[in-house]
């Protein structure tokens, strides 16, 4: 069983829907999680993160975390074809200096 | 941020070759980190580069396949060597602003095909 198991997707859903991509994960020392998004051909980029479980929201983007249940989810309202993109969650155990452990990745287009 | 350049941005290689990938960033680090992403695959941490020590390998990766250099806070390399097709991915070169993981930031890959 991979630590961290993403729906790979991909995800067509049409301009201004409300996007949801989850990952649950099993490695219960997972303390930092993180929300990475990549365009092709180009290296991940950071959108957010969250600490333990709660909500954290940044503009359109809504990050959910469950540790009871080993889920988190993001949330992308109003969706745009900007948005479409590789989506990656990762998560770190916080004593691991840095080392983050990756998500398959959800494949999400949004079309006009 | 910070902004991190990798070369080369993409490579064709003939198997049994040896191509080295080169990372460098716009501000000193101390931690740098080389990722693997293969097709339809997760990011997969080969290992972890501090500057002025030997690099630590995942499991599953070895030094003699993956040598990595670590000269100064701003540069590394990551060398694949005697490459296979199995070799074909993409290489990530990471750096880390925080201690647990929440300041990460990429470089935009070394697109690698072994043939």
């Known amino acids: 069983q991979k630590e961290v198991e993403q729906d790979p997707g991909p995800l067509s859903v049409p301009e201004g829907a409300i996007v949801s991509l989850n990952c649950t994960y099993s490695?219960?020392?997972?303390?930092?999680f993180m929300w990475y998004r990549q365009y092709s051909r180009k290296g991940p980029e950071l959108l957010m993160y969250?600490?333990?479980?709660g909500n954290k929201e940044d503009g359109r983007f809504t990050a959910q975390v469950d540790k009871s249940s080993k889920y988190i989810s993001l949330f992308i309202r109003d969706s745009q074809p900007s948005d479409s993109a590789t989506y990656l969650c990762?998560?770190?155990?916080?004593?691991?200096?840095?080392?983050?452990?990756f998500g398959q990745g959800t494949i999400l287009t949004v079309h006009p | 941020s910070a902004v991190i350049s990798q070369k080369p941005s993409r490579d064709i290689c003939q198997r049994g070759t040896s191509l080295t990938i080169q990372c460098q960033v716009d501000?000193?680090?101390?931690?740098m980190f080389w990722y693997r992403q293969q097709p339809g695959q997760s990011l997969t941490l080969i290992a972890t580069a501090n500057q002025g020590s030997e690099a630590t390998y995942e499991s599953g990766f070895v030094i003699d396949k993956f040598p990595i250099s670590r000269p100064n806070l701003t540069f590394s390399t990551l060398t694949v060597s005697n490459m296979s097709p199995e070799d074909s991915s993409i290489y990530l070169c990471?750096?880390?602003?925080?201690?647990?993981?929440?300041?990460?930031?990429f470089g935009q890959g070394t697109r690698l095909t072994v043939v």
């Open positions: 501000s000193q680090v101390t931690m």
């Open positions: 990471s750096v880390e602003r925080s201690t647990v993981g929440t300041e990460a930031f």
């Open positions: 490695n219960s020392a997972f303390q930092y």
């Open positions: 969250t600490y333990s479980s």
């Open positions: 990762a998560m770190s155990g916080g004593t691991s200096y840095g080392k983050l452990t």
